[in-house]
């Protein structure tokens, strides 16, 4: 299908060439195809480069399951740390920059689970619902925005201090200091 090719021919730009690199002409080259086509299913090349970067990262969206609500937490922000500090994380930060503040694109992004989105907004809900089947967080926990609380600080380290890749150390302290402590403690809030 020639989605399929166009989506992969922009997916292989981007791990070559990032985000500066991706062209429609490039592009349309290398899916054998020509630039009214790809038009046709993405507005610009932000919009591609969103949708082929969800190819990109499509290996990131299992959920893992250690046995405890620790010990998947931590695993998913070290991979979303390693993701992040990856050749894939400079194209993400690139298509994040290009996106702007334009929120078609940033909400498609936010549900790529490497960038920390939707889906693994799906994946944190996920584990937190085995840790109250466990009994190792409150039912309350069971919440989208409790979810997004440990990819919201991994995120903030990045931004604030600007480092190639967060320590594990601080991935623990993310976990053991915010939201392990979150998830237990959660009570019903009351209605404003």
Known sequence: MLQDAILQAAAEVL????????TMDEVARRAGTNKNAIYRRWPNR??????????LAAAQTAA?????LRGDALEML???????????????????????G???FLAELRRDPAAGGGASEAVWLTLLGRAVARGEAA??????????VPVALLRNEYVT???????????????????LPLV????PRDPV
């Not at 893992?64 to 405890?68: K, V, Y």
């Not at 039912?139 to 997004?148: D, K, M, N, W």
């Not at 190639?164 to 915010?178: K, Q």
């Open 15 to 22: 791990r070559e060439s990032g985000v500066a690199g991706l």
């Open 46 to 55: 932000v919009a591609l480069g969103v949708a082929a970067y969800g190819l």
């Open 64 to 68: 893992p399951d250690t046995g405890s």
């Open 78 to 100: 070290r991979r979303a740390n390693s993701t992040w500090s990856s050749p894939y994380g400079e194209i993400l930060r690139g298509l994040v920059a290009e996106a702007g």
């Open 102 to 104: 334009t929120p078609e």
């Open 139 to 148: 039912p309350e926990a069971l919440h989208p925005r409790v979810a997004s």
């Open 161 to 179: 201090h600007g480092v190639p890749a967060v320590p594990d150390a601080v991935l623990a302290e993310i976990v053991d200091d915010v939201f």
């Open 184 to 187: 237990r403690g959660r009570a």
